[in-house]
């Protein structure tokens, strides 16, 4: 629900997170999730960069917890964090 919700205040459609999704790359794991072992991925749909965090639920599908375009102040770039 989460997703569908940053998903839609991004103005992304579900085609967009789909193809960012099956033609991204992981930038970040994060085994130690609470949540669940996820990962972040990246990926472009129409020329935007899309992050989309997902992992597995216990019935092996997938998750996707959130996805968002990255931006200024959080992200410098598509691929690289702001230092704090």
Do not use: F
């Amino acid at each position: 629900m989460h997703a569908d919700v940053e998903r839609r205040n991004d103005n992304l459609e579900i085609a967009d997170v789909e193809k960012a999704l099956t033609k991204g790359k992981i930038l970040e794991t994060y085994p130690e999730d609470p949540r669940g072992k996820s990962s972040l991925v990246y990926g472009y749909s129409k020329n935007q960069a899309i992050h989309i965090v997902c992992g597995k639920n216990k019935q092996d599908k997938l998750v996707i917890i959130t996805v968002y375009k990255p931006t200024l102040p959080k992200w410098k770039n598509t691929t690289e964090r702001n230092k704090k």
